[in-house]
């Protein structure tokens, strides 16, 4: 791994089923972040991490729950998917707050 | 609230030309400001990161500018090439609501033409 990966790449999902998009880094970074990307609208935050254990609310963090049990990996679970949350996920990280962050290649989700 | 600006929107240059991308923020109390690429149905790949205390960063054909105080980040690229085809996203880190974050441009969408 080099990097940051995220899984799966893309994925149709049934409205009200639930869904966990995976996100590894190798980077030994202490901060990891969570956006979607949507036409017109842009990248916005969803969750965030500054640190394994600890996890915050971003912009629009209604329908996705997001877990940090150890520096590399940051999950983020929809528990009831709607056709809303259809969008491109993309996880980053950074070394702390300040400094340059790095993304995914992204996640592709559609919901139907 | 912070709102980040990029213009043109799009555009489109022969190749071989120099050219300037442009990003604007409303609130100058940034930590540093990132210069991203994206090409279609992939993730970001970071260009050029400024520190709020630096004026500017070269990397290759790339050279990007911060002044802080109007609010102004430009990218230039030198020598365009047919491969710098992609749309270029600024964002900016800040502290808001008790946490760091990253705010996004709409991105410029690039087109070099052979």
């Known amino acids: 791994i080099a990097g940051i990966t995220q899984a799966p790449t893309s994925q149709i999902l049934a409205a009200g089923r639930r869904m966990t998009l995976r996100c590894t880094q190798d980077?030994?970074?202490?901060?990891m972040y969570w956006y979607r990307q949507d036409l017109g609208l842009g990248l916005r935050l969803i969750h965030y991490?500054?640190?394994?254990?600890?996890?915050g609310k971003g912009e629009v963090p209604d329908g996705y729950s997001v877990s940090r049990a150890n520096t590399d990996d940051f999950p983020l679970t929809l528990a009831s998917a709607v056709p809303s949350q259809t969008s491109v996920y993309f996880c980053?990280?950074?070394?702390?707050?300040?400094?340059?962050?790095?993304f995914g290649q992204g996640t592709r989700l559609t919901v139907v | 609230k912070q709102e980040v600006t990029q213009i043109p929107a799009a555009l489109s240059v022969p190749e071989g030309e120099n050219l300037v991308l442009n990003c604007s923020f409303t609130?100058?109390?940034?930590?540093?400001l990132q210069w991203f690429r994206q090409d279609p149905g992939k993730g970001l790949t970071s260009l050029l990161l400024?520190?709020?205390?630096?004026r500017e960063q070269t990397s290759g054909r790339l050279n990007a500018s911060l002044d802080k105080s109007s609010g102004r980040s430009t990218l230039y690229i030198a020598a365009s090439q047919p491969g710098d085809s992609a749309t270029y996203l600024c964002?900016?880190?800040?502290?808001?609501?008790?946490?760091?974050?990253?705010?996004f441009g709409a991105g410029t969408r690039l087109a070099v033409h052979p």
């Open positions: 980077m030994r970074h202490n901060a």
């Open positions: 980053a990280s950074s070394d702390s707050g300040m400094t340059e962050a790095f």
């Open positions: 991490s500054n640190t394994a254990g600890t996890t």
């Open positions: 400024i520190q709020s205390s630096q």
């Open positions: 609130d100058s109390a940034i930590y540093n």
């Open positions: 964002a900016v880190r800040l502290i808001s609501g008790g946490y760091n974050k990253l705010i």
